[in-house]
Each structure stands twice: as C-alpha cells, then as structure tokens.
C-alpha cells in the first residue's frame, strides 16, 4: 500500500500490522527493546511500523507530525519500575496510539464506516491483554481465545478448516431457538482464521447464550447476538 490506508479494510490492516510489530517488541524481541530504552537517553517513543516492524526512536521533529505521536519518555521509567509494570504500562499507551492513528487515518469516514473500523479492530486482543495474557481468561472473547488440546489426550486437536462447508449458512436471528440443540455448525475465530466444527450442546433462548462443544472435546459459551452480528458461524444444512 504505497498511499495513506482510507477505505475501512485498509486502515484495518494498517491498524492490526502496527499492532503486530508492537507485540512482538513486548513480547519476543521484549530484550532487544528493554535494552534501547535507555533512560539515560532522551524522550524515546515505542513505534509500531505499517510493515509490521517495531522501532524505538526520538519524537517526530516536525510539528504538527505527520501521525499521532506515542507516549513519549517511555525509557525513563524503565528502572523505577518492575519490568512487567512497565511493559503493561507501555502496552496501554500502544493500545491508545495505535487507536488514534487507525481514526486518524479514518477522520473521512462516515458513521457506518467508523463502526465498521471499530468492530474490525475490537475483533482482536488489545496489546495489553496480550501481553499480559489477559486475553487468555476473557470469557466468550473471541480474539481472546486460545486453544489447546485437552488433558486427557494432548494429541487429540478441534478440527477446523479454512473455509466453512458448502453444505452450510450462516446463522440468522430467526434460528435462534430450541431446534438448535444438538446441531452441527462451524464458528469462526478471526485470531486462528479458521472454522472450527462445533455442535451445540445447549441453547438459552431468552438470553441468546449457546454452550458449544468442539471435536476436540472442549467447550465454550457463546452470544449469538455477536455471532450472528459479524457472521461468525454456519449451520451445517446436510
């Protein structure tokens, strides 16, 4: 993308490749970027490039900047603090930088375009709840989730697929009632990119709530409203 992202897509990719380069600054070359924080150095900023690389560097000279500046001085408080305090911290203000560059980008956009970019980007984890793994424990959260094989049999893995079945559709509101007990069905889960085959074990209707069981033997409780809002699961029809 040589030109400035600005069709909701766009931004959402620009958006979820920053974030990217800034997990993996926090997270697996977390060393490398403690070491260049030197707080004997001045102001220094944590920035998320669009090629989803990281870099710590001084502020923009140029004012007003191009982009949304991030927090700056980020290496002061680097002694002062528990190392993981401060990544969490610097998790946070990421989160937020990484925010007002995607609305900057979408300043043009009209309401419908604006909600769409929000729910693209809510769609995965916030770097915060990635690094400190809060993710992992957020209930019914689906960029959240992580799956992993049961105890009983650690080879035993939910089979998915990339593309849902040709036999299937999509689930609307008017499904939602006591017949879908014991269906068969596939969701989607935007951090896998992949269709995991399900049967739905119990149905709340009322509170449009599904109890869910995967092949793997694990189990997960669902909004259908949220589902059924972007998509995220085909009933199987054969």
Avoid at 49 to 73: I, S, Y
Avoid at 117 to 135: C, D, M, P, R
Avoid at 210 to 238: F, N, P, R, V
Wanted: hydrophobic share 35%; net charge negative; charged share 30%.
């Amino acid at each position: 993308m040589t030109d400035h992202p600005r069709t909701v897509e766009e931004i959402a990719e620009d958006y979820r490749s920053r974030r990217e380069g800034l997990l993996r600054a926090l997270t697996l070359d977390v060393d490398s970027f403690y070491s260049q924080c030197d707080p004997d150095r001045e102001n220094l900023c944590l920035y998320g490039e669009a090629d989803g690389t990281w870099k710590v560097d001084l502020p923009e000279e140029e004012v007003p900047p191009e982009l949304p500046e991030p927090v700056l001085g980020i290496n002061f408080a680097r002694d002062g603090m528990q190392r993981k305090d401060w990544i969490a911290l610097i998790a946070v203000h990421s989160d937020a930088w990484l925010m007002a560059v995607a609305f900057y980008y979408g300043a043009k956009l009209d309401k419908e375009g604006r909600h769409k970019l929000f729910k693209q980007i809510n769609q995965v984890a916030t770097v915060y709840e990635t690094v400190t793994g809060k993710a992992k424990l957020a209930n019914g959260s689906k960029s959240g989730k992580k799956r992993k094989a049961s105890e009983s049999s650690a080879e035993v893995k939910a089979q998915a697929s990339l593309k849902p079945l040709g036999t299937g559709r999509l689930l609307v509101e008017a499904d939602v009632g006591p017949a879908l007990k014991g269906r068969q069905a596939e969701l989607f889960w935007p951090d896998d990119n992949l269709w995991y085959l399900i049967e739905i074990q119990n149905i709340n209707v009322r509170q449009k709530h599904a109890k869910i069981m995967y092949t793997d033997g694990s189990t997960e409780e669902l909004e259908l409203d949220e589902i059924i809002q972007d998509g995220h699961m085909s009933l199987i029809t054969q």
